[in-house]
Structures are given as C-alpha cells and as structure tokens.
C-alpha cells in the first residue's frame, strides 16, 4: 500500500510561470513532510518542509501548504526556472515512526525556456 | 562540512557475490538511514541507526543484508549472495535527534549481472 502518492509522474512549465506539484498521503500518524529534489547521479537534495501544525511555510521561491483534512499538500514553486528542472519527491514521517521518510514515487518537473 | 559521503558510487558484480558499501555522515549526526531506490520509485527505508545502535529494520531487509555502524560513527551494508533483484541505488542520510530533516549522500548504484 502506498501510504505517500504523487499522482503526476511528470509536470512541464513555461520559465517564469508558477510549477505546482501535488501530494497526497493515507497514514495519520504522519505529522512532517519534506519535499526533495533528485538530478540524475546524485542524491535526494532538501527542499522545504512543513509540520502539521502549519498549513503554509515559505522559503524564497518555495511554498509548501498543507490541507490536513485532506490528507494533501502541494509545493508552489514561483517564479519557475530552467535549473528547476529535476524529480520532486515528498515525504512524510512521524516521531513514532523512527523519524524514517515514506516516500512518493516523485513528480519530473521541466521547466523549459 | 563535507555531507554525507558514500563509497562506491558504482558496484558491478556477479550474481551469487557478496558486496560492502559504506556510509560516512555528517560528523555531528548522530541518526543515520539507509534507503533503496529502484528505477521509477521513490527510496524506500531499509534500516536505521541512533548513534551504534540498530534500531529499526524494515521487512525489505532480507537475512542477506546486514548493516553496522561501529563507534556510532560510519556504517556499512553488506549484501551477501548478491541477486539480480538487489540492483538499485543504496542511499545513506544522516540527521541529529529531535530533528526531521535528512540529508542525503549521493547514493551507491548496484548493478548485479
């Protein structure tokens, strides 16, 4: 079962337009989420992310919200630009988890010129 | 600060050998993870260490994996019998107690023939 989803496998936007990704997830337990970036041969990189106990954190170009009852939250990425271009995985935890991150399957963004 | 560092980048090996990879985190991290991630998934949690201790073990963890982190300092996973299943890239985060976020080393890639 897949307690994390990301339902667009991939999302290709105008530079200087708005990238919204998605994210829905199953388990209540969870209350953090991240969101990562991936270019091919590297690692996940750290994007943003939001406890439950918010529904919006900001951090320059980046927006992550959350809708809790909705078990949903989306990362806004404003103006969008070429070197955006990468897969966004979100990923969500809980302390009575170990902390360890569930993760979806990632959304490919391009972001073209 | 150097990150997460892992060592190889890139296994190639027989089927039936065994292989070690091996995880140095950032230096005052004292939680470290090791994921799997196969082509078109996200990573997926196979164990997890606060400071030497192994604390959690996810059930992808066949008997052939064993994983140890001396001295609560690097860690090493070790696929014994190696299969053609076990091809995909081993990634290793760190982060400090009380803390959600991970960072991620770029990953060891295993490709098994």
């Known amino acids: 079962d897949q307690q994390v989803k990301q339902n667009s496998p991939s999302l290709s936007v105008q530079e200087g337009r708005i990238s919204i990704l998605n994210c829905d997830y199953t388990n209540s337990m969870f209350d953090y989420f991240l969101w990562y970036k991936k270019y091919p041969a590297e690692g996940p990189t750290f994007l943003i992310s939001?406890?439950?106990?918010?529904d919006k954190n900001e951090d320059g170009r980046f927006t992550v919200f959350l809708n809790k009852s909705a078990k949903h939250l989306s990362l806004h990425i404003v103006p969008s630009q070429p070197g955006d271009s990468a897969v966004y995985f979100c990923?969500?935890?809980?302390?009575?988890?170990?902390?360890?991150?569930?993760f979806g399957k990632g959304t490919l963004l391009t972001v073209n010129p | 600060d150097t990150g997460v560092s892992q060592d190889p980048r890139h296994k190639i090996t027989k089927r039936g050998q065994n292989v070690t990879f091996r995880c140095d985190p950032i230096?005052?991290?004292?939680?470290l993870y090791w994921y799997r991630q196969t082509l078109g998934q996200g990573p997926e949690f196979l164990t997890y260490?606060?400071?030497?201790?192994?604390?959690?073990k996810s059930r992808l963890l066949s008997d052939r994996f064993s994983a140890e982190r001396p001295k609560g300092s690097f860690s090493t996973l070790e696929i014994q019998r190696t299969e053609q299943g076990d091809s995909a890239m081993y990634l290793c985060a760190s982060s400090l107690v009380g803390l959600n976020i991970q960072y991620f080393g770029a990953g060891t890639r295993l490709s098994v023939l």
């Open positions: 939001i406890s439950s106990i918010k």
């Open positions: 230096s005052e991290h004292n939680r």
């Open positions: 990923a969500a935890t809980s302390g009575g988890s170990n902390y360890k991150l569930t």
């Open positions: 260490f606060q400071n030497e201790a192994q604390l959690e």
